[in-house]
């Protein structure tokens, strides 16, 4: 089945600054890669999502990219302010698959 | 618009005590969902079910049962509670098994 691996765990950024979260996944067959936002004591949110058929998706100040080949995408949020603090999952699924599989998640702390 | 409804939020059982999470919601979405988070894990998936009537194993079902009798409804049984399954639980629904995940507010289980 498919694995996906999420770094870093944690990470600390000034506000104002970016921040960029990574994963990689293992299964080529995936063909969709979704983030979702988890705020404090609240359940995970779709913010961004990206479609193989793509190399890269931009949403205001968030943006995602994706490497096929290399078989990583990433999240980058451009001047980070303190709403941004949460923690981050990747995730991707293949065509054929019902299931998604989701990283292990990324502390993001916007120090003001 | 309530969303994703899960009952209760806090739970406290003891080892061999049974229980039941309840997941509602009100979006008339087709595919439901129930996952666990622990720390340095990610979410993981327990069970899922595509339509109504229908459920299918996920990552880590082992010690849960499912029930999904009704389209809005969906619920997490455990029948006889174990240490390793104090986690917090998510229920989550989408539109169909390819769609945006919504997410309840979560459910923190302790088990003693």
């Known amino acids: 089945g498919e694995n996906v691996e999420q770094h870093p765990s944690t990470l600390s950024v000034q506000e104002g600054d970016s921040a960029v979260i990574k994963c990689t996944y293992s299964d080529s067959a995936s063909n969709y890669f979704p983030w979702y936002k988890q705020e404090l004591g609240k359940g995970p949110q779709l913010i961004i999502d990206?479609?193989?058929?793509?190399g890269e998706k931009k949403d205001q100040r968030i943006a995602v990219t994706l490497n096929k080949t290399a078989k990583h995408f990433s999240l980058h949020i451009t001047e980070t302010q303190p709403e941004d603090s949460a923690v981050y999952f990747c995730?991707?699924?293949?065509?054929?698959?019902?299931?998604?599989?989701f990283g292990t998640g990324t502390r993001l702390t916007i120090i003001p | 618009n309530a969303g994703v409804t899960q009952t209760p939020k806090f739970q406290v059982l003891k080892t061999g005590q049974s229980m039941t999470l309840q997941c509602a919601q009100d979006?008339?979405?087709?595919?439901m969902y129930w996952y666990r988070q622990d720390p340095g894990m990610g979410l993981r998936l327990i069970y899922y079910s595509a339509s109504e009537g229908t459920t299918d194993k996920g990552e880590v079902p082992d010690g849960y049962n499912v029930s999904r009798l009704k389209k809005q409804n969906f619920l997490l049984g455990l029948e006889s509670a174990a240490p390793s399954q104090t986690s917090v639980y998510f229920c989550?629904?989408?539109?169909?098994?390819?769609?945006?995940?919504?997410f309840g507010e979560g459910s923190r289980l302790t088990v003693l």
């Open positions: 989550a629904s989408s539109q169909d098994t390819t769609g945006e995940l919504f």
């Open positions: 990206i479609r193989s058929n793509v």
């Open positions: 995730a991707a699924r293949d065509f054929g698959n019902e299931k998604l599989t």
């Open positions: 979006m008339n979405h087709n595919s």
